[in-house]
């Protein structure tokens, strides 16, 4: 089974960065797709980012195009998400995923982490 465990989330200021990781055990990693998602507390989850499983295809929300970058490093089992850029509305838990078919829906995904937290400060 992936089994996978998020770390880097943090207080920053607004217009600074973070580089969230995701570190992943389990079968196949380079073959599995990779989603970020974020949750603010009583709002809905949402898509941030999604890479293929070689890494060669991502997408990302528009609310975060041009400030974040997804990536993974299929060597060390861990995928990232690089975030420039920070706003206070990108205040939230962020998670990464897997799922064995892709897309940006968070039903489309088998396997969460437990959430980092990202608090952007004015």
């Known amino acids: 089974q992936v089994r996978l465990v998020e770390s880097g989330g943090r207080l920053v200021q607004a217009g600074g960065s973070l580089r969230l990781s995701c570190a992943a055990s389990?079968?196949?990693?380079?073959?599995?797709?990779i989603g970020w998602f974020r949750q603010a507390p009583e709002k809905e989850r949402e898509f941030v980012a999604a890479?293929?499983?070689?890494?060669?295809?991502?997408t990302y929300a528009d609310s975060v195009k041009g400030r974040f970058t997804i990536s993974r490093e299929n060597a060390k089992n861990t995928a990232y998400l690089q975030m420039n850029g920070l706003k206070p509305e990108d205040t939230a838990v962020y998670y990464c995923?897997?799922?064995?078919?892709?897309?940006?829906?968070?039903?489309?995904?088998?396997?969460w982490g437990q959430g980092t937290q990202v608090t952007v400060s004015s």
């Open positions: 995923a897997a799922t064995p078919t892709g897309g940006t829906m968070s039903l489309a995904y088998r396997y």
């Open positions: 389990g079968r196949a990693f380079s073959t599995v797709p």
């Open positions: 890479i293929s499983g070689s890494g060669g295809s991502t």
